[in-house]
Each structure stands twice: as structure tokens, then as C-alpha cells.
């Protein structure tokens, strides 16, 4: 078995990996962050199952999905994090999860406190602002700065706890979608816990690129989504809540489909995507077949390290992450410095040098352009990315 670093710079491997997906023609695709694409095997059992589900209607769900299938899978969610089957319910996407904790956390108060930052998901955000109105609660928001270290968000937390005593709640981004920092989950929970905060952590772009464990993290509320770094059909996702605290969310608009106490009740309540549940055995064997979370996040940090080191080094361009191992990923941000709007670059990038990336604004260090890579990324793509940066940082 190879080194996983050394596994991570074999082209020959993640050669015949890409050659597992099949890609259209066109750009370079560096913006692999808004979902992932499914490999070929996959597409293919996820089209066959849509054609027997299309087929037999509703017979097979009731007789096998309903009571059977849909329990095995929920295993194989469960086992994918290491955590008891009854501490998962699948939901439709890490959104409707994370909605779902948000607005049936059962512990607040008229007045109470609720924190998010300037690097939360919209979804998130929203949710939590409209629970804050609904409640008579107060949102408190923070920002953080980048490029960001371990030590100031973990300091900038620690102040918000410290200025605001009533904070009851808060969301927690693993990896921010803006500008691909991934927040010291650990130190942050634990923070939190010395001010009786509790945490709703969003797992969505952690899933399948990050190695972690829920219950080293300390987290207790989680929302989690299968179709960005595990490769599986649009559509699928999961919550997680802790069994032991499973009394302190409400089921979601009264549902009481199952006898309680019961993690289903907290999703919301509907038909699923059946197909897509159904391809997930198939999904999980791509993603061992592919070495799994360690070996798909070295690649992904390699390829994403091999552009970062020269980005550094051009003047004009403002790479928004650290190296620090604990902070970076596949997502990186960055921006040239003389711009306040980096949606004109983005479009210089796609239309002079075939790179499809995208413009990220909404965290406080402002317009960014996010560039992440792919199991489908080459040595080349990178050398075209780094060649383009280059001379658009000299201005041409
Ligand atoms: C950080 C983050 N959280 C949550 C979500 C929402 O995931 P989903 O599309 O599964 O609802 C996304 C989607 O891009 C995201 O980037």
C-alpha cells in the first residue's frame, strides 16, 4: 500500500480514476465545489434504477424501500460517519437538514441570543435570521478575517462568547463555500460548550474530502449532503443528531410518521429521490475504490497545493487561505488586489483560457474568485490555471 502522499502525486492512478467519469467537452471545469459529477458506473446503476422504479411504480418501494432498503441504507450513511444508525435520518440535501435542526431546536428563549458569521451557507443563514424573527431572539454576526488562522477564529469566537452572554446557538460552517476555509471544528465546539453554546455544524463540503469524527468534534447537530465530495446523484443528504440529545429538537412540523422517540420525524416529512438512495451501495464502492476520504482529500490538497504555491508568489493576487494543513482543502479562494469586483476576471479566465471558475462575495474580506479542483483535474489544467494567473497578474 502506498504512502497516501505518495498515492495522492500518482498520475497514473488518478489517471485511470478521471477515466471512471465521463466529461463533456468544453472548459476547464475548476469550480468541481458546487457538486460533485458522478463516475460512469454510477450514472449508469442510477439511470437503472430510475428506469425500475419507473417501471414498477410503487410496489418495490412499499414492499422493499419503505421497510427494508431505506433501514440497510441508513446503515450504510451511518457507518460512512461512524455513528449509530438511530442517530441519522436522510433527508434531501444538507439544507433540508440543517433547516430542519434550526428551526426545531426546542432550547430558546424570547430574548436568547443566536451567532452566525459572515462564512455561513446561505441556506443557514436564512434559517437562522428567520427563526431569530419568529422567536423574539436576537442574531449576532460575526466576520472573520482572511487569510484567516487557527488561533483568530477560534479568538473571534471566544470574544462573541464572552461579549454576548445570552448566545444560546450557533451555525457552524466545517468548510466555507466562499472561500474554502475549513474552521477548527474541535476547538470551536469545545468553546462553546464553557458558554452553554450549542452547535449546528453544516458538514456539507467536509463529507468525503476531510477525515473527522462527530464525537471527537463534540458536535451534537449536523447536516450533511452525498452529492459534492462522495460522489453520489443530486438529492441525497442526512442529519445527525446526537441520541442523546434527540429530545431538544422537535419533530419537524409535527411529524409523527414513526413512533417516538425517533430521528425520522425530525426530516421532513416526503417522497425521496428512491432512484438515487437506491444507487448508494454503488456510490460508496466508488468511493473505496478510490482510496476513500484520505486518499481523495490528499489528491485534492495536492493538486489545490501545486497552484497555491505559485499563486503566492505573483504579485496582484491575494490568495485568501493558509497552508496550514488544519484550514485548507479542494476550495480556494482568491483575488487580485486591484479589483473590488472579481467577476470581470472570471470571465477573462473562461474566455481567454477555457477555465470555468467562479465569483464568490458575501464574507467580509469581500469578491473573491473560488477555484476548486476535481477528480478530474490534470497536471495540465493546473500548469493552464497557473499560466493564466500569471499573466493576468501582470496585467495583460
Ligand atoms: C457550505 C455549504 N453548506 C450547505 C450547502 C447546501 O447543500 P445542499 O445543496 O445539499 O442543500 C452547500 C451547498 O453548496 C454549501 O456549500
Redesign the pocket.
Known amino acids: 500500500m502506498p504512502r497516501i502522499e505518495d498515492n495522492a502525486r500518482d498520475e497514473h492512478f488518478w489517471h485511470a480514476i478521471a477515466e471512471r467519469y465521463d466529461v463533456a467537452p468544453g472548459p476547464i471545469n475548476l469550480e468541481n465545489?458546487?457538486?460533485g459529477r458522478m463516475t460512469r458506473d454510477v450514472a449508469q446503476d442510477y439511470q437503472r434504477n430510475i428506469d425500475f422504479i419507473n417501471r414498477n411504480n410503487s410496489l418495490p418501494v412499499r414492499q422493499h424501500f419503505d421497510e427494508i432498503q431505506s433501514i440497510e441504507i441508513r446503515d450504510r450513511v451511518a457507518g460512512l460517519l461512524g455513528v449509530a444508525p438511530a442517530s441519522v435520518a436522510l433527508t434531501s440535501?444538507?439544507?433540508?437538514a440543517?433547516q430542519s435542526l434550526i428551526r426545531n431546536y426546542n432550547g430558546l428563549q424570547p430574548g436568547d441570543q443566536l451567532l452566525i458569521c459572515d462564512l455561513?451557507?446561505h441556506?443557514?443563514a436564512y434559517a437562522m435570521r428567520w427563526v431569530a424573527q419568529q422567536r423574539g431572539l436576537e442574531v449576532i454576526e460575526i466576520s472573520h478575517k482572511h487569510p484567516a488562522t487557527h488561533e483568530s477564529v477560534v479568538t473571534r469566537y471566544r470574544e462573541a462568547f464572552e461579549r454576548y452572554p445570552r448566545l444560546k446557538l450557533m451555525a457552524l460552517?466545517?468548510?466555507?463555500?466562499r472561500t474554502g476555509l475549513v474552521l477548527p471544528v474541535q476547538d470551536i465546539v469545545a468553546a462553546a460548550k464553557e458558554h452553554g453554546v450549542d452547535v449546528i455544524l453544516?458538514g456539507?463540503?467536509a463529507l468525503g474530502q476531510i477525515e473527522f469524527d462527530l464525537q471527537a468534534l463534540g458536535v451534537a447537530f449536523a447536516?450533511y449532503?452525498l452529492?459534492?465530495w462522495i460522489g453520489g446523484p443530486l438529492t441525497l443528504?442526512f442529519m445527525y443528531i446526537d441520541p442523546q440529545r434527540l429530545t431538544d429538537i422537535d419533530p419537524d412540523m409535527g411529524n409523527q410518521h414513526y413512533p417516538e422517540p425517533d430521528i425520522r420525524n425530525r426530516a421532513p416529512y416526503g417522497t425521496t429521490n428512491i432512484p438515487a438512495w437506491l444507487t448508494l451501495p454503488r456510490v460508496l464502492q466508488e468511493h473505496l475504490d478510490m482510496g476513500g476520504t484520505q486518499a481523495k482529500g490528499a489528491r485534492l490538497n495536492y493538486l489545490r497545493d501545486l497552484w497555491v504555491s505559485e499563486a503566492r508568489k505573483m504579485p496582484g493576487i491575494e490568495v485568501l487561505i493558509e497552508d496550514d494543513p488544519r484550514l485548507r482543502c479542494a476550495i480556494t479562494s482568491l483575488r487580485f488586489t486591484h479589483l473590488q469586483d472579481q467577476q470581470p476576471m472570471v470571465e477573462r479566465l473562461l474566455k481567454d483560457y477555457n477555465l470555468f471558475t467562479v465569483a464568490r462575495d458575501g464574507s467580509a474580506c469581500g469578491s473573491c474568485i473560488r477555484i476548486t479542483v476535481g477528480f478530474t483535474t490534470t497536471l495540465d489544467d493546473i500548469n493552464q490555471l497557473v499560466n493564466a494567473l500569471r499573466e493576468l497578474s501582470q496585467g495583460n
Open positions: 465545489g458546487y457538486f440535501r444538507a439544507s433540508d440543517l455561513e451557507y441556506s443557514v460552517t466545517h468548510v466555507t463555500h453544516d456539507a463540503h447536516g449532503n452529492h459534492k443528504g
